[in-house]
């Protein structure tokens, strides 16, 4: 409501500008016009133009915001638009058209509690043809582990979505238990509806973040202090900015000293869902195939077959599969039973040295309390959705 209103309040401002103007062009054709009179009629009429033209440009750009670059503009719209970044450099001839995005919408019953059983085993079937020139060539297509749709590697070097390095990343990891996520799935913005994704903006553009840029251990503290102040009207405490330096870690895993824009994104997306949506309608984003990993999860949890887990368990689960793929499982063989209880010495629980994520044992409260398969899925809902991205980072740092 306050953008608007800052925007009605820019868009009346031209027009009194407008008017003043008009005013003042019909006064010096009624007035006998001298050297001096023309000169400072002329200096004024400059000012008063200049001012409208200001406000027009005020009134496009947004509410109280300094004049911005044609680059900056062009990240905004990308930004809003849901695409990701298009470097200069970067030769569309011979390209196919990018696809146009189009925000999802919340409907009447997303709130209600969706139907997902855990006896109930889906049927996990990927599209036959591809999705950018819907031609089938059997073995040559790369799924997506996320949705249903499926590549030609291809295509997708012509579509742009492909360059460098991640087309050896597609190529190797796709049909293993790893796997890859689509240009659509890659993005967690593209989850925000038109309503969200403007919220989002006003908090980056008030905060002062550049799009498509990197941003700091100190642009990033700061961009999170500023947040808590504008929403609490208080200054945030020091376990809040511990934790917020614990999180830029898992968006650094490569401690570059920065997090790229993309993954900032991310994060920042995840984090705006789990405020502005219920749980339940959390749950409706997950896909067959995520809601039947989860299941082998849980089902792996559940070593007496009782329908429950310890919340010890359950956060072991969000500190592995849930938060991200790991990148050493590329063998079809390896189980995606490893989400259970994992030895310290076994494959998929080898990480970085230096990452700050530690699988703390579990206290006598958590071995006391039991979680059922609903409310696995509602406490572990967020993470599952952040381990759709490519990217190595952890965009929803658990908890500990």
Known sequence: MGVLMS???TVERVQKVSLAVSAFKDGLREQPS???RAEAGTARQGTL?????EGEEEASAGPSQPEESSASKAAWERLRDGRGVEPEEFDRANRFTPP???RPKRELHDDE???ISL????QILNDEMCEICEVWTAESLFPCRICPRVYHDGCLRRMGYLQKDSAVEVTETAHTETGWSCYYCDNLNLLLTEEEMYSLMETLKNCKIIP????????FLHYKHQVHKQQFERTMPEAQEEQAALQFNALDPDKKGHIEWQDFLSHESIQLLQKIRPQNALLRLLTPKERERARTAFLALDQDNDGFIGEGECRQ???????????????CNVSISHVGPISEGSPASSRNSKSPEKILPATKQEETRSIDWAGFLRENVAYILAARPNSAALHLQPLA
């Not at 006896?119 to 889906?122: G, I, Y």
């Open 7 to 9: 925007r009605r309040q």
């Open 34 to 36: 001298t050297r001096r």
């Open 49 to 53: 133009e200049q001012e409208v033209q």
């Open 100 to 102: 146009a995005f189009i």
């Open 113 to 115: 509690p969706p139907d």
């Open 317 to 331: 689960a969000r500190h592995t599969w849930f938060r991200k793929h790991q990148k050493e499982m590329l063998s």
């Open 119 to 122: 006896e109930q085993r889906e």
């Open 212 to 219: 498509e840029s990197c941003l700091t251990l100190d642009d």
